[in-house]
């Protein structure tokens, strides 16, 4: 769903499109192994985006963002990814983009207000009947004295 636009930005929703210019790029090398094509090329992407400090995101998206209990937000309200999975940079920034768009699509969605209710008083009674029953059956399962 997401589409990195070169002029206009990441578009994350209907609403949301992250500007070109928010997001930084760093060319790395991948760890592991590869063999020389790892050693040599810097294939592997690393993303930064200063969520705190975004003017595209709404307040309300940008405050669940910075409350996710996530490892690539840091403690100052950046956003690092790393993609390393391809052997083409274009591909892992491609990846980067979709992980981002993905966080920032998780902390768009507003959490239900959870209301309070009360049980019901046939579920209460349901609930003693079932304690009745189970007193009666340990009452019935005892030893009886003489």
């Known amino acids: 769903m997401s589409a990195f636009d070169a002029g206009s930005g990441l578009a994350v ?20 192994a590869g063999g020389q094509n790892v050693n040599k090329v810097a294939s592997a992407v690393q993303l930064r985006f200063d969520a705190a400090r975004s003017g595209a ?3 309300g998206c940008r ?3 910075l409350v996710l209990r996530d490892h690539r937000i ?5 956003v690092m990814i790393k993609a390393q999975e391809f052997r083409s940079q274009e591909q892992n920034k491609a990846a980067a983009l ?5 966080l920032i699509r998780r902390a768009l969605v507003v959490p239900k207000v959870r209301r309070k209710t009360k049980p019901t008083r046939s579920s209460q009674q349901r609930r003693l009947d079932g304690k009745t029953k189970d007193a009666r059956r340990k009452r019935e399962r005892r030893a009886i004295d003489d």
């Open 13 to 32: 929703s209907a609403s949301v499109t992250i500007p070109e210019s928010e997001i930084e790029f760093t060319a790395i090398r991948a760890q592991g």
């Open 57 to 59: 995101l709404p307040e």
């Open 74 to 78: 840091s403690a100052d309200g950046v």
């Open 98 to 102: 979709e992980r981002l768009a993905d």
């Open 63 to 65: 405050q669940r963002l």
